[in-house]
């Protein structure tokens, strides 16, 4: 058996930057990770977005928090380059509808504080002259951007272990017990693992840990799919997206362009144990990519990848203590868009086991808030 | 449980050779002294390795490095290369340009 202040479930880049900021604080940290690869899930499997726009505006509080305080010194911090660009967010849109529903996300996160705007074709053409000129307009978010999440995860993981993190990997938890009344042991496989805190943060094998000891969280996993080319001049460095989410990305140091995007099937694909593409994704994010960056139609697409998001049923994370399992934290259910937020969570998720104030609003993000339908409409009598 | 779980196991000093700025991945021209500093800095398996440094990312995929850099790990981490997984290969097979692999349809005005 083997004790700690805390201990970690999950070595993707929420885990570890939550182990980072703990071990700032002197605080003895375990990760325990299933995988024999560190950040193996959505971590390494994300397009790389930093951004505010686009999201819920539960969560825009801490992704502005990171955006503001910890992303732009981030690679200085850890020691390690993360290929932070804060080049700005294009949502771009082809028709007045579009440009109806890039508005209504805008004005949502504008109403929180944030600065997101629409812009007409020449201010979109200015920005990123690639574009094609079926575009009518775009919502444009100048402090968002992008970073590299395999680089980025790795450097919290290596910023971690030299800060005396003990980080085991092929540990698959099967239970979280309570020692008088307190969520204390942690049980895998091999070996069983004490902390006074425990922070489960293994994305979508979450909800089956959490279920060992009694709490049960509202998610389901996608496939979420990308495309990677090979090198090409520079191009542009916003951050891109459609209103009708044709794709997403953008381009990165190295010069190759990472692509995400979607058919429709994403809930309902298959999971044989590891995440595979599937043959017709790739296509319909190359036909979505080539409608609206013509040129890169003749860009040499290397390799392709999948893996699943954890998405939790309302679209935000929980971040939160338990109260009916003292002991308890989760971070899971980031729902696709958790690795730009990933230093903030990892900076609350600190704060929260040392019992502090969050830095920034979560009150929209706790575990408690889900409700039958008729109950959130405030009609159940 | 294997020499690879405890991310705190004692390895020892990195030790500068004298052949470490030969290139192992030509596609991304990737050193065999970055690869053993990356060991150094905790990463122990190849997909680590290969996301952070990009060996094995560039046109052939790792074609023709992935053998040499499972054994420059191994011997730093002094384990059998057998222990080592090696990187999930990925489609396309060779590299294929957008408006191909856009045409998965037969309509298609691309």
Same mark, same amino acid.
């Given at each position: 058996?083997m004790?700690?202040?805390?201990?970690?479930?999950?070595?993707?880049?929420?885990?570890?930057?939550?182990?980072?900021?703990?071990?700032k604080?002197?605080?003895? =940290?375990?990760?325990?990770?299933?995988?024999?690869?560190?950040?193996? @899930?959505?971590? !390494?499997?994300?397009?790389?977005?930093?951004?505010?726009?686009?999201?819920?505006?539960?969560?825009?509080?801490?992704?502005?928090?990171?955006?503001?305080?910890?992303?732009?010194?981030?690679?200085?911090?850890? @020691?390690?380059?993360?290929?932070?660009?804060?080049?700005?967010? $294009?949502?771009?849109?082809?028709?007045?509808?579009?440009?109806?529903?890039?508005?209504?996300?805008?004005d949502?996160?504008?109403a929180?504080?944030?600065?997101?705007?629409?812009?007409?074709?020449? /201010?979109?053409?200015?920005i990123?002259?690639?574009?094609?000129?079926?575009?009518?307009?775009?919502s444009?978010?100048?402090?968002?951007?992008?970073?590299?999440?395999?680089?980025?995860?790795?450097?919290?993981?290596?910023?971690?272990?030299? $800060?005396? =993190?003990?980080?085991i990997?092929?540990?698959?938890?099967?239970?979280?017990?309570k020692?008088?009344?307190?969520?204390?042991?942690?049980?895998?496989?091999?070996?069983?693992? /004490?902390?006074?805190?425990i922070?489960?943060?293994?994305?979508?094998?979450?909800?089956?840990?959490? @279920?060992?000891?009694?709490?049960?969280?509202?998610?389901?996993?996608?496939?979420?799919?990308?495309?990677?080319? /090979?090198?090409?001049?520079?191009?542009?460095?916003q951050?891109?997206?459609?209103?009708?989410?044709?794709?997403?990305?953008?381009?990165?140091?190295?010069?190759?362009?990472?692509?995400?995007?979607?058919?429709?099937?994403?809930m309902?694909?298959?999971?044989?144990?590891?995440?595979?593409?599937? !043959?017709?994704?790739?296509?319909?994010?190359?036909?979505?990519?080539?409608?609206?960056?013509?040129?890169?139609?003749?860009?040499?697409?290397?390799?392709?990848w999948?893996?699943?998001?954890?998405?939790?049923?309302?679209?935000?994370?929980?971040?939160?203590?338990?109260?009916?399992?003292?002991?308890?934290?989760?971070?899971?259910?980031?729902?696709?868009?958790?690795f730009?937020?990933?230093?903030?969570?990892?900076? =609350?998720i600190?704060?929260?086991?040392?019992? /502090?104030?969050?830095?920034?609003?979560?009150?929209?993000?706790?575990?408690?808030?889900?409700?039958?339908?008729d109950?959130?409409?405030?009609?159940? =009598? | 449980?294997?020499?690879?779980?405890?991310?705190?196991?004692?390895? *020892?000093?990195?030790?500068?050779q004298?052949?470490?700025?030969?290139?192992?991945?030509?596609?991304?021209?990737v050193?065999?002294?970055?690869?053993?500093?990356?060991v150094?800095? *905790?990463?122990?398996?190849?997909?680590?390795?290969r996301?952070?440094?990009?060996?094995?990312?560039?046109l052939?995929? *790792?074609?023709?490095?992935?053998?040499?850099?499972? *054994?420059?790990?191994?011997?730093?981490?002094?384990?059998?290369?057998a222990?080592?997984?090696?990187?999930?290969?990925?489609?396309?097979m060779?590299?294929?340009?957008?408006?191909?692999?856009?045409?998965?349809?037969e309509?298609?005005?691309?």
């Amino acid at each position: 058996m083997m004790t700690a202040d805390v201990i970690v479930i999950g070595a993707g880049i929420i885990g570890s930057a939550s182990a980072y900021y703990l071990a700032k604080k002197g605080l003895k =940290v375990i990760v325990l990770e299933k995988s024999d690869i560190i950040g193996n @899930g959505g971590s !390494s499997r994300n397009g790389g977005g930093v951004r505010q726009s686009g999201r819920d505006p539960r969560e825009i509080p801490i992704a502005m928090y990171g955006i503001k305080n910890l992303w732009p010194h981030l690679s200085e911090e850890l @020691g390690y380059d993360v290929e932070y660009h804060q080049d700005g967010n $294009l949502r771009l849109g082809k028709t007045p509808k579009h440009l109806e529903t890039l508005k209504k996300l805008a004005d949502k996160a504008s109403a929180v504080g944030l600065d997101v705007r629409m812009i007409d074709a020449d /201010e979109v053409k200015e920005i990123n002259p690639y574009l094609s000129d079926e575009v009518i307009g775009a919502s444009w978010c100048p402090t968002d951007g992008h970073a590299n999440p395999l680089k980025a995860t790795l450097a919290y993981y290596m910023a971690a272990r030299k $800060l005396g =993190v003990t980080f085991i990997t092929g540990q698959d938890v099967t239970e979280i017990k309570k020692i008088r009344g307190k969520a204390r042991a942690v049980v895998t496989q091999d070996d069983v693992y /004490e902390g006074d805190s425990i922070v489960l943060a293994a994305g979508f094998a979450s909800r089956k840990i959490a @279920g060992t000891i009694g709490i049960d969280i509202p998610m389901i996993s996608k496939l979420i799919e990308c495309l990677v080319t /090979e090198a090409e001049p520079p191009m542009f460095n916003q951050m891109l997206g459609t209103a009708e989410a044709d794709f997403y990305g953008h381009q990165t140091n190295h010069g190759s362009f990472v692509f995400g995007g979607s058919t429709g099937f994403e809930m309902y694909k298959k999971d044989n144990g590891t995440p595979v593409n599937y !043959s017709d994704t790739v296509p319909c994010i190359c036909r979505g990519i080539i409608r609206y960056v013509p040129q890169l139609r003749d860009a040499k697409i290397v390799r392709s990848w999948a893996g699943w998001s954890d998405n939790m049923s309302d679209g935000v994370p929980i971040i939160d203590k338990v109260d009916e399992v003292p002991g308890l934290i989760l971070a899971c259910g980031f729902t696709g868009h958790g690795f730009g937020i990933a230093p903030g969570v990892g900076t =609350v998720i600190s704060q929260l086991v040392t019992d /502090e104030d969050p830095v920034c609003d979560i009150s929209g993000l706790r575990y408690d808030r889900f409700y039958a339908k008729d109950v959130a409409a405030g009609k159940a =009598v | 449980m294997n020499e690879l779980s405890n991310r705190s196991r004692d390895i *020892g000093e990195f030790i500068p050779q004298p052949d470490d700025d030969m290139i192992v991945c030509r596609c991304e021209e990737v050193t065999k002294g970055e690869i053993r500093k990356a060991v150094h800095e *905790g990463l122990w398996t190849i997909a680590e390795i290969r996301r952070y440094l990009r060996c094995g990312m560039g046109l052939c995929q *790792g074609q023709t490095c992935a053998k040499l850099v499972k *054994g420059i790990v191994a011997r730093e981490l002094k384990v059998s290369p057998a222990l080592l997984e090696p990187a999930t290969s990925r489609s396309p097979m060779r590299p294929v340009e957008m408006h191909v692999f856009a045409k998965e349809t037969e309509d298609t005005d691309l």
